[in-house]
């Protein structure tokens, strides 16, 4: 058997528990990225439903860029390239360039689940005597965030994943642990195995609550 499989797994459970902070230090930087990305999601999907023309150009540009170019080099733009003004740390670069990354993907998810509501909702709401910011807040968001929530749960996930980038600037999370434990012990595939785990075990809980959240907003709209 060793001279097929030249690895030890037995050290997978001997070894899993030094992984704990490294995830918990994952969990950190995609929650803050998430934040980020559903506030500037949020304020874009606004300007892009916007009757302001320049609201709506800048942010169909946002979007244009930030999803036509790869959140790697987005990350090495403000940890290397913005170096000439400011230096940023890793952690701050990290949430940043998840944040702007999946603004651009969370102002589409809630741009439609806006637009999907019933237009006459509005218009009831304004011959209240309600402004259209107010029956924006009070009417439409409010439903409209029910049916963001399986897309935005999913987003929450690949963000999830998409923070292993964070590794080649020396975030301190998951994945950079397991490179870094891996050259010292010379066991690259048993680390790397024992990081999989983790991020299963982190995307399984996560697509378990989401789905518990979206059963629960469907029992209080039968309601």
């Known amino acids: 058997m060793e001279g097929f499989f030249p690895w030890d797994f037995t050290v997978v459970p001997a070894k899993f528990h030094l992984f704990a902070s490294a995830a918990g230090y994952t969990l950190y930087i995609t929650t803050l990225g998430i934040l980020a990305g559903i506030i500037t999601g949020l304020v874009v999907a606004l300007a892009k439903i916007s009757k302001r023309k320049a609201l709506n150009k800048l942010a169909s540009v946002y979007i244009f860029v930030i999803r036509g170019t790869p959140l790697l080099l987005q990350l090495f733009i403000i940890y290397y390239g913005m170096t000439a003004i400011v230096t940023v740390p890793p952690l701050a670069s990290a949430v940043i360039a998840l944040g702007i990354h999946n603004g651009a993907y969370i102002a589409e998810i809630f741009r439609g689940a806006i637009q999907s509501i019933d237009y006459g ?5 304004r011959s209240l005597g309600m402004t259209r910011g107010r029956a924006m807040r009070r009417i439409v968001l409010p439903q409209a965030f029910k049916r963001a929530v399986p897309p935005l749960g999913n987003q929450f996930i690949i963000a999830l994943k998409d923070s292993s980038l964070a590794s080649t600037i020396a975030v301190p999370e998951l994945l950079l642990r397991g490179r870094q434990m891996g050259s ?34 469907k029992v209080s709209d039968r309601g």
């Open 121 to 125: 909702q509005m218009e009831a709401a």
């Open 184 to 217: 010292s012990s010379f066991m690259y595939m048993e680390m790397l195995v024992i990081v999989a785990i983790w991020y299963l075990l982190m995307t399984g809980v996560l697509s378990y609550v989401i789905h518990r959240v979206e059963t629960r907003l």
